[in-house]
């Protein structure tokens, strides 16, 4: 196991930015720290590289507990939102910087400068100073840096958020890319989900300090712990319902459940791909008006109002849309055809709640 942390706590003035959280990172993952701005996600990749030390808990990297290791000793290569570049210093000298201080000799030095130079993109570059760069320039530099002296774990700290939406996306792809090449250990921090889902093997996503769910993509995707991930976690409809009869209503629907009692109020959550549409109002049991239509490039995503007023999302394929010769104000049949029970904020589900909840697809609707 690369990197353990057991019981992690971290207070500034008696206020918890992190509260007693535990994961590990397997040799060789790429794993994203999710969550919104002051989770504790920075917080736990800077005591991870020791630029802050636990009030609590340990840290273990590859197998040795570190939390009094100085960070110089701990070969952990970082990479800063910032960049952090020295302003003086060409791009060879800046990638060079910890080979000198870890007193590689010279043909080493320029040995793994130009390895990483070509390896990053970076060719023509090697003289030009940090000013001369773009802002995607400058994070491959600061990659580089990081990387060159073969860190046993790479932390990024926000890496792709000072550059436009093109060179974000060219620089998530690079980073899959460089991971596949070198296989180290990975640890990136971002609040951007969709980045998240596209580059890790697996998320843990924070809340409030605390540790919300680990998970890979697809499960923290399709299987939220609860509904701050749920709602974190793409788009997803939820409504508050009350069970009567054995069956969770709100707004018209009705979700069938199991292991509930009558009276109690559930969660209801359905990710727009689950909401199955159709032009034939005899095909399913309850009706909506199609509101407003929203381009999303391959896909288009669907709002929709039921008789009771009740707003709902529903995704398809474009090619479904003009099959289908949907336009705004038409009415139109849906069911859900997937839904999930989730939990409250900071309660759980009791084990005979059966959580996931699946309809057959009929032929040739929905995608």
């Given at each position: 196991?690369?990197?353990?942390l057991?019981n992690?706590?971290?207070?500034?003035?008696?206020?918890?930015?992190?509260?007693?959280?535990?994961?590990?990172?397997?040799?060789?993952q790429?794993?994203?720290?999710?969550?919104p701005?002051?989770?504790?996600?920075?917080?736990?990749l800077?005591?991870?590289?020791?630029?802050?030390?636990?009030?609590?808990g340990e840290?273990?990297?590859r197998?040795?507990?570190?939390?009094?290791?100085?960070?110089?000793?701990?070969?952990i290569?970082?990479?800063?939102?910032?960049?952090?570049?020295?302003k003086?210093?060409?791009?060879a000298?800046?990638?060079?910087?910890?080979?000198?201080?870890?007193?590689?000799?010279?043909?080493?030095?320029?040995?793994?400068?130009?390895?990483?130079?070509?390896?990053?993109?970076?060719?023509?570059?090697?003289n030009?100073?940090?000013?001369?760069?773009?802002?995607?320039?400058?994070?491959?530099?600061?990659?580089?840096?990081?990387?060159?002296?073969?860190?046993?774990?790479?932390?990024?700290?926000?890496?792709?958020?000072?550059?436009?939406?093109?060179?974000?996306?060219?620089?998530?792809e690079?980073?899959?890319?460089?991971?596949?090449?070198?296989?180290?250990?990975?640890?990136?921090?971002?609040h951007?989900?969709?980045?998240?889902?596209?580059?890790?093997?697996?998320?843990?996503?924070?809340?409030?300090?605390?540790l919300?769910?680990?998970?890979?993509?697809?499960e923290?995707?399709?299987?939220?712990?609860?509904?701050?991930?749920?709602?974190?976690?793409?788009?997803?409809?939820?409504?508050?319902?009350?069970?009567?009869?054995g069956?969770?209503?709100?707004?018209?629907l009705?979700?069938?459940t199991?292991?509930?009692?009558?009276?109690?109020?559930?969660?209801?959550?359905?990710r727009?791909?689950?909401?199955?549409?159709?032009?034939?109002?005899?095909?399913?049991?309850?009706?909506?008006?199609?509101?407003?239509?929203?381009?999303?490039?391959?896909?288009?995503?669907?709002?929709l109002?039921?008789?009771?007023?009740l707003?709902?999302?529903?995704r398809?394929?474009?090619?479904?849309?003009?099959?289908?010769?949907?336009?705004?104000?038409?009415?139109?049949?849906l069911?859900?055809?997937?839904?999930?029970?989730?939990?409250?904020?900071g309660?759980?589900?009791?084990?005979?709640?059966?959580v996931t909840?699946?309809?057959?697809?009929?032929?040739?609707?929905?995608?």
């Amino acid at each position: 196991m690369s990197i353990e942390l057991k019981n992690i706590t971290k207070q500034f003035g008696g206020v918890s930015a992190v509260n007693d959280v535990s994961f590990t990172v397997a040799d060789g993952q790429l794993v994203a720290l999710l969550g919104p701005s002051g989770c504790g996600k920075t917080t736990v990749l800077r005591m991870i590289s020791g630029l802050e030390a636990p009030t609590d808990g340990e840290i273990f990297v590859r197998g040795k507990r570190v939390n009094d290791v100085p960070v110089q000793k701990r070969n952990i290569g970082f990479v800063f939102q910032g960049y952090a570049l020295f302003k003086s210093m060409s791009v060879a000298d800046n990638i060079a910087f910890g080979l000198k201080i870890k007193k590689w000799s010279k043909p080493d030095r320029i040995a793994r400068v130009a390895e990483l130079i070509d390896l990053l993109g970076l060719k023509d570059l090697e003289n030009r100073f940090p000013h001369q760069l773009s802002g995607g320039q400058r994070q491959r530099v600061a990659l580089a840096r990081a990387l060159a002296p073969k860190p046993d774990v790479l932390l990024l700290d926000e890496p792709f958020a000072a550059v436009d939406a093109k060179i974000r996306q060219e620089l998530r792809e690079m980073l899959v890319n460089l991971h596949h090449e070198l296989n180290v250990t990975t640890i990136f921090v971002t609040h951007d989900q969709e980045e998240a889902m596209e580059v890790s093997n697996r998320i843990v996503i924070f809340d409030k300090g605390r540790l919300a769910q680990i998970g890979t993509p697809r499960e923290v995707y399709e299987e939220p712990a609860s509904e701050f991930v749920a709602r974190f976690i793409g788009v997803m409809n939820v409504l508050d319902c009350e069970v009567r009869e054995g069956v969770a209503r709100y707004g018209g629907l009705e979700f069938p459940t199991h292991g509930v009692t009558d009276g109690q109020r559930l969660r209801i959550g359905f990710r727009p791909y689950a909401v199955q549409v159709s032009n034939d109002l005899t095909a399913h049991r309850h009706f909506a008006v199609l509101r407003h239509t929203y381009f999303l490039g391959v896909l288009l995503r669907l709002e929709l109002e039921l008789p009771s007023g009740l707003i709902i999302r529903a995704r398809m394929s474009k090619e479904e849309y003009t099959r289908l010769h949907l336009t705004e104000g038409r009415e139109v049949s849906l069911q859900i055809r997937q839904y999930r029970v989730l939990a409250r904020e900071g309660e759980s589900l009791p084990p005979e709640v059966s959580v996931t909840h699946s309809l057959p697809l009929s032929p040739g609707e929905g995608i």
